[in-house]
């Protein structure tokens, strides 16, 4: 298990890192090991999972 204290280093193309206004977190950090996660924005819930091909989904 990783230290979550520990920030993980993503690699960022320059020439879109400087475009980059907010923080890049890992998807792995957000869902921490689940399929799926839910997300309070206000007074609504999202839904963020991971697909069966692997790509990220976020619905509400």
């Known amino acids: 298990m990783s230290d ?3 920030e ?3 690699p960022v193309n320059p020439d879109v890192k400087a475009e980059i206004a907010a923080e890049v977190i890992s998807s792995e ?3 921490k090991g689940n399929s799926e996660v839910l ?3 206000g007074d609504s819930i999202y ?3 991971i697909t069966q091909n692997g790509k990220l989904i976020l619905c509400k």
């Open 4 to 6: 979550p204290k520990k």
């Open 47 to 49: 839904r963020l999972r």
């Open 8 to 10: 993980e280093s993503i």
């Open 39 to 41: 997300i309070q924005h």
């Open 29 to 31: 950090v957000i869902l």
